[in-house]
Nanobody, 126 residues
Framework: QVQLVESGGGLVQAGDSLRLSCAAS????????KAWFRQAPGKPREFLAA????????YYTDSLKGRFAISRDNAKNTVYLQMNSLKPEDTAVYYC???????????????????WGQGTQVTVSS
């Protein structure tokens, strides 16, 4: 069974940085678009960023540009989310996702990614 496993979450202070990782269990994921989402308590799931596995192109939600960065390591079949200048409002469960569709399709509004990780908690204290 294909799995996505997130790691790197934790409790940090406002202004700190954190890097999340998401490892795919199978090489079959190597050609998939990967993305990061988050969900805070009582709020809907929010798209953050996505990356094309083939050419490395990226796409971000406008509100996070400059603070968060998505990247990939093809050899490790792992995608990362570098989060800087964290704020208490960044507190959420962070999920990685994968889909066979190319970046241009997978980043359309309300597009549903097919494969999801279990999530990792990020808590930012003030």
């Amino acid at each position: 069974q294909v799995q996505l496993v997130e790691s790197g979450g934790g409790l940090v202070q406002a202004g700190d940085s954190l890097r999340l990782s998401c490892a795919a269990s199978e090489r079959a994921f190597s050609g998939y678009t990967k993305a990061w989402f988050r969900q805070a308590p009582g709020k809907p799931r929010e798209f953050l960023a996505a990356i094309s596995w083939t050419d490395g192109n990226t796409y971000y939600t406008d509100s996070l540009k400059g603070r968060f960065a998505i990247s990939r390591d093809n050899a490790k079949n792992t995608v990362y989310l570098q989060m800087n200048s964290l704020k208490p409002e960044d507190t959420a469960v962070y999920y990685c996702a994968a889909d066979q569709s190319p970046l241009t399709i997978a980043t359309r509004p309300r597009y549903e990614f097919r494969y999801w990780g279990q999530g990792t908690q990020v808590t930012v204290s003030s």
